[in-house]
C-alpha cells in the first residue's frame, strides 16, 4: 500500500523515551517575519524581541539552507489579538495580514520528531543528517509543507534520522516514509555528523 503523504513535523517523545507531556516555549512571530508559519513547521531564532511582545524572543520560518540552525516545531499559536473572540482563529500566521503573534515551539534538543520525506527512504539512511525541504504551509488548512530532504552524512545539517515510524500503514523505502529525526544542528545543541 502507497504512504499517504502528510507533511510537516510532529512531536513523538523524547530520546529517552519519554512521551511528550504537550508542553512547549512562547516566542513571538514579528510583522516582518513575511512567510506564513504553520502547525508543524520547523522555525529558527530571530535576531530581537518582540515590540508587543517584549518578553518573548523572535522566531522565523525555516529556510532550505544547510547554514540554517533550527530552533523547534510549531504545536500551536496564541490568540491573534486583532480578531474578536467570536472570529475563528486561523493557524497560519501571515506577517502581512497581522501584527505580532505568540507562537508555541517544541524546542528540547533531545526531542524526537516524525516527519516525511517524499523520496523513498533506504534503511541504509539510518543516522545519516538531513536538510529540510522548505515550502510555506497550506492558506487552507494551517498546516506545515515541510519535508525531510535528502539524507547524507553532514554535521551542520538541521536533522539526523533516527529509524522509521513503526506503523502499519508506513512502507519503508517507499516514496512518502515517515522517519523519526532528532534536530542535529539546533540553537541550544551543537550537530554531529552522521554514520
Known amino acids: 500500500m502507497a504512504n499517504v503523504s502528510r507533511k510537516g513535523f510532529w ?3 523524547y530520546l529517552n523515551g519519554t512521551a511528550w507531556n504537550g508542553q512547549a516555549n512562547r516566542y513571538v ?4 517575519q513575511g512567510t506564513a508559519i504553520g502547525v508543524g513547521d520547523l522555525v529558527k531564532l530571530g535576531t530581537t524581541a518582540g515590540v508587543t511582545y517584549p518578553h518573548y524572543h523572535s522566531v522565523l520560518h525555516f529556510g532550505a539552507a544547510t547554514s540554517d540552525v533550527v530552533l523547534g516545531v510549531v504545536v500551536g499559536f496564541g490568540p491573534d489579538a486583532s480578531f474578536s473572540r467570536f472570529v475563528p482563529q486561523t493557524n497560519v500566521f501571515a506577517a502581512a495580514a497581522t501584527g505580532e503573534r505568540i507562537v508555541m515551539v517544541m524546542h528540547d534538543p533531545s526531542f524526537l520528531l516524525v516527519g516525511q520525506c517524499a523520496a523513498a527512504v533506504a534503511a541504509a539512511a539510518i543516522c545519516l543528517d538531513a536538510p529540510v525541504a522548505a515550502a510555506t504551509p497550506s492558506t487552507t488548512t494551517g498546516m506545515s509543507a515541510q519535508e525531510i530532504g535528502t539524507p547524507a552524512a553532514l554535521a551542520t545539517s ?3 534520522i533516527i529509524g522509521y515510524l513503526d506503523t502499519p500503514d508506513n512502507e519503508l523505502n517507499a516514496a512518502n516514509n515517515k522517519l523519526i529525526v532528532k534536530m542535529n544542528a539546533q540553537a541550544y545543541s551543537a550537530g554531529v555528523l552522521g554514520v
Not at 512571530?29 to 516582518?32: D, E, F, G, I, M
Request: charge should be positive; hydrophobic fraction near 50%; glycine fraction near 0%.
Open 11 to 13: 512531536p513523538l517523545k
Open 29 to 32: 512571530v514579528l510583522t516582518a
Open 158 to 160: 538541521p536533522l539526523k
